[in-house]
Structure formats: C-alpha cells, structure tokens
C-alpha cells in the first residue's frame, strides 16, 4: 500500500515557474515507478510525466516536454514535477500515481494522490 499526498499548486501568472512535490508513505517507494497526470475541467486525465524506479529514465507527453522536469528522491520518498513557461492550458488539477510498470498508460498506476490545483492565468 503506498499513500502519495501532492503539494505545491497554486495561482500562478502565465511564464512563472511552479514546482510539484508528491510524498509517499511507506518503504517501498522506490518499488514503484511514478508519474504525473493532470485533469483539466470537462476533460479527461492526460498522462504528463513518468519516471522509473530508479529515476534513471523519464518520460513526457509532448505538451510538456522542455518545459517540465519529473524527478525523484528515494531517500526522500519523494517525487517532484518541476513546470517552467507555464502556459493557460497547463490549467488543472495535478495527480501523482505509482505504478509497478513504467508506463504512461493511466490503468497501469495503482495508487493515487488527491490532486493539487494549478491555475495558470494569462
């Protein structure tokens, strides 16, 4: 069992930078690869970022690729999203999920965090 809570959202203006934390419960962190998804309103969740379990390798969906960084701490049980040049349509709520594969593939990740807001004004 693995408990993500996801902090560092916020109001932002368009160009700002704004970094995302997810700390994991447990002992086991390490064991699972990570990502980053986000749920815009009257939209589906879209996969963001993925990283490994060793953080070696990452993983982008092209709409955010140059601008976020995904990375993790292991000795820290937890995994950052680092957006830079945030734009309007980065507007959403914010998820990190843990996943046994490292996949972009939304019903491969079997725990969830609650979310945190991102609003990215123009």
């Known amino acids: 069992q693995v408990q993500l809570v996801e902090s560092g959202g916020g109001l932002v203006q368009a160009g700002v930078s704004l970094r995302l934390s997810c700390a994991a419960s447990?002992?086991?962190?390490?064991?699972?690869?990570m990502g980053w998804f986000r749920q815009a309103p009257g939209k589906e969740r879209e996969f963001v970022a993925a990283?490994?379990?060793?953080?070696?390798?990452?993983y982008y969906a092209d709409s955010v690729k140059g601008r976020f960084t995904i990375s993790r701490d292991n000795a820290k049980n937890t995994v950052y999203l680092q957006m830079n040049s945030l734009k309007p349509e980065d507007t959403a709520v914010y998820y990190c999920?843990?996943?046994?594969?490292?996949?972009?593939?939304?019903?491969?990740?079997?725990?969830w965090g609650q979310g945190t807001q991102v609003t990215v004004s123009s």
């Open positions: 999920a843990a996943s046994r594969t490292y996949t972009e593939r939304i019903g491969t990740y079997d725990y």
């Open positions: 447990g002992r086991t962190f390490s064991s699972y690869a």
């Open positions: 990283i490994n379990r060793s953080g070696g390798r990452v």
